[in-house]
C-alpha cells in the first residue's frame, strides 16, 4: 500500500499535474483531427501512402509505449525522482519534432512518403518518452484512492479544454483550406464543367504555411504546460522500501500483466471502445466535407462535440461516485449509438446534427476520463495478488496506452486503406457514390459494432472499488485491528509452522512474565489469538480466538497438531473465525 499524505493531494498540485496532460491531448486532437487530411490535400499524398504513413506511425506509437514503460521502470531514482526527469528531457525535443511534422518538403513523392514516416515515428516516440512517465506520475502524487480519482478528474477536465483550445486552432486552419478549395472549385465550375483537378498551388503554399504556423503555436503551449508540471508537481516515494520487492524481468512483467483478469477486461474494452471512436471521428472531416456537405461548419460541429465532452467529465465524475464506474461506462458509451445512427440517417440536416454531437460528446468523456480512473484500481488489485513486485506502474500504464494507439493506428489505417478501394481522389471537387457510401458506414455502423464487443467485456470488469474502498477506510479508522492485507502477504510469505510457531512464543513469554499489576491465576491463562498456517494441506489460514485451560497449557505445543488439540480442549468452545 502507497503512503498517505495526510489531507489528501493539495489542490496545486493537482492542477499542475493536470497541466501536465495538456501537452498529449492538443498533439493528440491536431493529428486526429487534420493529419489525414493534411497528408491527402494539403501534401497531395495517395491515399495509399497516407495510409501508410498513419498506420506505421501509431503502430511504433504503440511499440515503443512498453519499452519506454519498462526503461522507466528499470531507471534509478535521482534527486528529482524517478519519472520526472524522463518528461524534462523528452519535452524540447518533442516540440521540434511536432513542428517538423507539418513541414512539407519540396522534394518527390516517395521522398516525401519517407520524410513524413520518420518525423512521425520520431515525435510518438518521444511522446511516449513523455507521456508514459507523466500518466504513472498520478500514482505518486500522495493520498488515497478517492484523492487519485479526484487528481484524475482535474486532470480530465484540463485535457479536455485543451482539446478545445486544439480543435479552435486546428479547425481554423482546417476552415481556411476548405473555403480556398471550395473558391477553386467554383471558378473551375464556372470556367467549364466540373473537374477532379486539384486546387491551385498557390492556395496549398498558403494552407502549408497556416499548418506550421498552428505547429508552432501548439509546441509553444507543449513547452509552459511541461515547465508548469515540473514546477508545480514533486514525485511522492512509496513507503514499501526497495529492499523487500524484487522487480521481475520484462517478460514476466508482461505475463503477469496479461494474466490478470481484471487488467485483461479493461484493457480490452477500452481497447475496442477506443477503435470504435477512432473509426469515427477520424474520418469526422471528410465526412463533413463530402457525405454531409458541412465542409464550412466543420469546425462548429467539432467544437460543440468537444464543449459537451468538456461540461460532461465533471458531471460523469458526480455519476460514477454514486453508481460506481462500472455502470458509468455502461450507460456514457451507450449515449454513441443513437446519436451516429441519426448522423448516418440525415447527415445533411445542420441543427439534428449539432445536436448530436453534443450527445456524442457526453460518450467521448467517458472514453477520457474512466480509463485513466480505473487502472489505479486495477493497479493496487495486481499489488494484493503479487506483493512482492515494485516499479510496474510505469508497465501497466504504456500497455494500455499501447493498446489504445494500436486501436487508434488500426482505425486511421483501416479507414484509409478503405477510401482507396472505393476510388478517393486526392484535391478532387466532388467525390464519387462509393466514397461517400463509405464514410458513412465508418461513421456509424462499424464504430457501433465495435463499441457493441468493447462492453461485453466491461460486462465480466471483476473489481467493485466500493467494495476496496470501503475496507480501505475500515483499516484506517481501525489502525490496531489486525486487518491489513500486509499481514495476510507476510504469513503467505512464511513457511508452514512459522506463524503459529512465532504466536506460540509470544503466548509462552507473555505467561512466564505478566504485566505488573495484573493478577494471573493459576488455573486459567488466555490466549488472544493463534494464527496457524495450512500452507502443507491446501494453503488456507484460519484465525483461532480461543479460551484455553490450564490443563491444555501443560501439553505440548511444538508442532501444528499440538495446537490444533488447544482449540478443541473441553470445558472452553473455541469460536473460530476463518480468514
Known amino acids: 500500500m502507497r503512503q498517505k ?22 498533439t493528440s486532437v491536431a493529428i486526429g483531427v487534420s493529419l489525414q487530411i493534411f497528408l491527402l490535400e494539403v501534401a497531395q499524398l495517395e491515399a495509399f501512402s497516407t495510409s501508410i504513413i498513419l498506420f506505421v506511425s501509431r503502430t511504433w506509437d504503440a511499440v515503443t509505449d512498453p519499452l519506454v514503460g519498462y526503461l522507466v521502470s528499470r531507471s534509478k531514482r535521482t534527486a528529482i525522482g524517478k519519472l520526472t526527469p524522463w518528461v524534462v528531457l523528452s519535452m524540447p525535443f518533442g516540440v521540434l519534432s511536432y513542428v517538423l511534422l507539418w513541414f512539407v518538403p519540396q522534394v518527390k513523392t516517395s521522398l516525401k512518403t519517407t520524410w513524413f ?21 498520478g500514482m505518486f502524487l500522495g493520498g488515497d484512492q478517492r484523492d487519485r480519482d479526484s487528481a484524475t478528474a482535474y486532470r480530465m477536465s484540463v485535457e479536455m479544454i485543451a482539446m478545445l483550445l486544439a480543435s479552435v486552432i486546428q479547425g481554423q486552419v482546417v ?20 473537374s477532379s483537378s486539384p486546387p491551385h498551388v498557390a492556395s496549398l503554399q498558403e494552407t502549408q504555411k497556416a ?18 508540471l515540473f514546477l508545480g508537481v514533486k514525485e ?27 487488467y485483461q477486461r479493461l ?47 465533471p458531471l460523469w465524475q458526480v455519476v460514477l461516485l454514486r453508481i460506481g464506474k462500472k455502470a458509468t461506462v455502461f450507460i456514457g458509451l451507450s449515449l454513441f449509438i443513437p446519436a451516429s445512427i441519426f448522423v448516418a440517417c440525415v447527415p445533411s440536416n445542420f441543427p439534428v446534427f449539432m445536436m448530436m454531437c453534443v450527445l456524442m460528446g457526453f460518450s467521448v468523456a467517458t472514453i477520457f476520463l474512466l480509463p485513466w480512473s480505473m487502472l489505479p484500481d486495477v493497479v493496487d488489485d495486481f499489488a494484493m495478488t503479487y506483493p512482492s513486485c515494485k516499479d510496474l506502474e510505469p508497465l501497466f500504464f504504456s500497455c494500455y496506452a499501447f493498446c489504445n494507439k494500436l486501436a487508434g493506428g488500426l ?17 478532387a471537387c466532388h467525390q464519387g457514390d462509393r466514397v461517400v457510401t463509405a464514410l458513412i458506414v465508418l461513421f456509424s455502423p462499424v464504430p457501433i459494432v465495435l463499441l457493441l464487443i468493447g462492453m461485453m467485456f466491461f460486462r465480466s470488469y471483476p473489481i467493485n472499488e466500493r467494495k476496496s474502498l470501503s475496507s480501505q477506510e475500515a483499516a484506517t479508522a481501525d489502525p490496531e485491528a489486525p486487518s491489513s492485507s500486509s499481514k495476510q502477504r507476510e504469513n503467505a510469505e512464511q513457511p508452514a509452522g512459522v506463524t503459529a510457531m512465532s504466536h506460540l512464543n509470544i503466548f509462552q513469554k507473555s505467561k512466564a512474565s505478566p504485566r ?55 470445558k472452553k468452545r473455541a469460536k473460530v473465525s476463518w480468514v
Open 411 to 427: 482505425a486511421v489505417g483501416l479507414s484509409t486503406l478503405i477510401l482507396q478501394f472505393v476510388g478517393y481522389r486526392a484535391g
Open 267 to 313: 484493457v480490452l474494452g477500452f481497447m475496442f471502445s477506443a477503435f470504435a471512436f477512432q473509426t469515427s471521428l477520424g474520418s469526422f472531416a471528410l465526412f463533413c466535407s463530402h457525405a454531409a456537405g458541412l465542409s464550412d461548419q466543420f469546425q462548429h460541429l467539432l467544437l460543440a462535440l468537444l464543449v459537451s465532452a468538456s461540461i460532461a467529465v
Open 236 to 262: 511522492q516515494q512509496g513507503s514499501v522500501s526497495s529492499t523487500e520487492k524484487v522487480r521481475p524481468t520484462y517478460i514476466n512483467s508482461l505475463k503477469m500483466l496479461i494474466g490478470h483478469i481484471a
Open 5 to 26: 499524505v495526510s489531507g489528501g493531494i493539495p489542490l496545486t498540485r493537482k492542477l499542475c499535474y493536470a497541466a501536465g496532460g495538456v501537452p498529449y491531448q492538443l
Open 117 to 137: 514516416v520518420a518525423a512521425a515515428c520520431l515525435f510518438e516516440t518521444l511522446m511516449s518518452g513523455y507521456n508514459v512517465p507523466y500518466l504513472s506520475l
Open 516 to 570: 505488573p499489576g495484573n493478577h494471573v491465576k493459576n488455573d486459567t491463562v488466555r490466549l488472544s489469538v493463534i494464527s496457524i498456517d495450512l500452507n502443507s494441506a491446501n494453503d488456507s489460514k484460519s484465525v483461532f480466538r480461543s479460551g484455553v485451560n490450564n490443563k491444555c497449557d501443560r501439553q505440548s505445543l511444538s508442532t501444528q497438531q499440538s495446537l490444533m488439540k488447544v482449540s478443541r480442549c473441553p
Open 175 to 194: 476552415a481556411l483550406y476548405n473555403r480556398e478549395k471550395q473558391e477553386t472549385c467554383e471558378q473551375l465550375e464556372h470556367d467549364g464543367p466540373p
Open 211 to 228: 499548418f506550421l504556423i498552428s505547429s508552432m503555436v501548439i509546441g509553444g503551449l507543449f513547452f509552459i504546460s511541461s515547465i508548469v
